[in-house]
């Protein structure tokens, strides 16, 4: 049976998209984690990531001497 090429572009489509999302979903079945605790878990490591940037820019801007200050 021939398909037409319409029909084997939305299969390729899916293909795609199916490759896609398999690491994450991976990832899921494997740590046995739900839905929630994986939004939680990456909710924290971002905040995590935010301060630890936060901190990185204060302490870089306290330590450098001032550039510009003419005053």
Do not use: S
Request: with cysteine.
């Amino acid at each position: 049976m021939v398909t037409p090429p319409d029909a084997q572009t939305a299969v390729h489509d899916v293909q795609i998209a199916g490759a896609k999302v398999l690491p994450a979903v991976g990832g899921m079945v494997a740590t046995d984690f739900t839905l929630n605790e994986m939004v939680a878990l990456c909710t924290l490591l971002y905040i995590a990531l935010q301060a630890a940037y936060l901190l990185w820019k204060w302490r870089r801007e306290a330590t450098r001497p001032d550039r510009g200050n003419d005053e």
